[in-house]
């Protein structure tokens, strides 16, 4: 395997202040094995509820009856997804569902003429205040490390093994975070919550897009990804974006774990952030609110391990890791997505207010017993006919 020439091996400086532990039996991860691609083709885990779970978002399967489950709740999360959707399906009949098994089509070519940037530094400014106009919450540049590539893609005709078809020359990751509407988020499990995740996938896939298209219109190669071609949570950690966390998810200071992330592969010359450890980890050493409220208990107890329960869990990479199988189990039940780890999260706040920045400094600090136990009822489930009847 050969490294990016812009830094060291990053098995030997960054992994550690990122947080990110990998054994001698680390293996690329198969994209054919993630859950959801296995509801495709794995009868282990396809069955009529997987099928009547994928069918809910064209409004094809009856929805449940109950708050939150009704067709309105349906109708909004399947138009949140809407963009992301046509994106997502402009190549499937060519075996390319974009955006989550291939790199996205890139509609604008790479100019001939580069301009001049003004260096890694400058040029790093410059992409991050374009994202912010763009629409991304969070942006951070990490080095482009390819273990954290998918070893392949899927053709979807078949779900059979693919290649990238990166460019060459790759040299920088940037990572661009997509907050999640905090009063969606907590009307999880519902399909009314689905439309907070549907929106920021619609959201990403459309900044995601256009700032690919400001570099390579600058000349740079620029490949906007979202669920493809790459793990994208160790990217956002080694960006010092956030840190992991038991519940699977990255904690951010800005929005705790109420994320959606994409990335941008790029050729630009681009300086690079460093990993920000803050406390995250010593917090979910002592917090399992995820796990106990887990209706599936797919997520782990206990310290981080480099054992996987399935195929679905990457191997030779020492930290938390959920039950896939168990989890998307209980999607397919529902007929939408479950986020109740996110909700009952005690990052799970409003960091604009003061009361909420305090308890953060108790969490990351070494009174995090006492922020846990100011902590207890948090993430209590709101109404989804609450959230219809604001005005």
């Not at 990572?175 to 999880?188: K, S, W």
């Not at 199988?325 to 999260?345: L, N, P, Q, S, Y």
């Not at 706040?349 to 902590?375: K, Q």
């Amino acid at each position: 395997m050969t490294w990016p020439r812009n830094r060291p091996d990053p098995r030997q400086d960054g992994d550690s202040a990122a947080g990110i532990e990998v054994t001698e039996d680390f293996e690329p991860f198969t994209q054919r094995n993630d859950i959801f691609t296995r509801a495709f083709w794995d009868p282990k885990v396809r069955s009529a509820k997987t099928d009547a779970f994928f069918a809910s978002y064209r409004m094809e399967a009856a929805p449940r009856r109950g708050d939150g489950f009704s067709q309105r709740d349906f109708a909004l999360r399947n138009a949140a997804w809407l963009v992301s959707d046509l994106i997502s399906n402009r190549q499937a009949q060519d075996g390319v569902r974009e955006g989550f098994q291939a790199p996205i089509r890139c509609d604008t070519p790479v100019a001939e003429d580069r301009a001049e940037m003004g260096g890694p530094e400058a040029a790093a400014a410059e992409v991050k205040r374009v994202a912010r106009f763009f629409g991304a919450d969070l942006c951070g540049i990490t080095d482009f490390d390819r273990r954290w590539l998918y070893a392949s893609r899927v053709d979807t005709r078949d779900m059979s093994e693919a290649p990238h078809g990166l460019p060459e020359g790759l040299t920088s990751v940037i990572v661009l975070g997509h907050e999640m509407d905090r009063e969606l988020v907590a009307t999880y499990p519902s399909a009314l919550a689905g439309a907070a995740t549907g929106r920021e996938y619609s959201h990403e896939a459309a900044v995601a897009m256009q700032l690919a298209a400001y570099l390579r219109n600058l000349g740079y190669e620029a490949v906007p990804s979202m669920n493809d071609t790459a793990l994208v949570i160790p990217y956002a950690v080694k960006a010092g974006l956030g840190e992991y966390a038991r519940n699977q998810l990255v904690i951010t200071p800005e929005f705790g774990p109420r994320l959606r992330f994409s990335k941008i592969f790029t050729n630009l010359p681009l300086a690079h952030d460093a990993p920000t450890p803050r406390g995250v980890r010593a917090f979910c050493d002592i917090c399992t609110k995820c796990a106990d409220a887990c209706p599936v208990k797919a997520l782990p107890y206990g310290p981080p391990t480099d054992a996987g329960p399935n195929v679905s869990a990457i191997r030779g990479v020492r930290k938390w890791t959920s039950d896939a199988e168990k989890c998307f189990g209980f999607w397919a039940k529902t007929a939408t997505d479950c986020a109740i780890c996110m909700r009952v999260c005690p990052f799970n706040r409003d960091f604009t207010r003061l009361r909420d920045r305090l308890w953060l400094r108790l969490a990351l600090g070494r009174l995090r017993r006492v922020a846990l136990w100011l902590a207890r009822g948090h993430g209590t489930r709101k109404k989804p006919s609450d959230w219809w009847a604001r005005r």
